[in-house]
């Protein structure tokens, strides 16, 4: 069992920033894959961005550029840096790990961005 720990949301105004933090129970170098979600009220669930293995990343189309996901394995955690903020970023982000095909979330973070 992995348990994972967010931190780090919170209320900015928009075009401000927020740096997310996902602490892993375990050593990340055991962990396949990485992953922030987002879910808003009223939507569903979706994918934000992605670290896989070492330094490969990917991100939705519309957080390209603005978010960027990185993993600190000396501090087993997953981060989440999110600059120019919108309103429509609004939404409980979610960490996300992938150990040998088991799926493991964290209980969420609300992020709120006013315009």
């Known amino acids: 069992q992995v348990q994972l720990v967010e931190s780090g949301g919170g209320l900015v105004q928009a075009g401000g920033s927020l740096r997310l933090s996902c602490a892993a129970s375990i050593s990340t170098t055991n962990i396949n894959a990485f992953g922030w979600y987002r879910q808003a009220p009223g939507k569903q669930r979706e994918w934000v961005a992605i670290i896989v293995n070492g330094d490969n990343t990917n991100y939705r189309d519309s957080v390209k550029g603005r978010f960027t996901i990185s993993r600190d394995n000396a501090k087993n955690t997953v981060n989440l840096q999110m600059n120019s903020l919108k309103p429509e970023d609004t939404a409980v982000y979610y960490c996300?790990?992938?150990?040998?095909?088991?799926?493991?979330w964290g209980q969420g973070t609300q992020v709120t961005v006013s315009s």
């Open positions: 996300n790990a992938v150990v040998r095909s088991a799926y493991y």
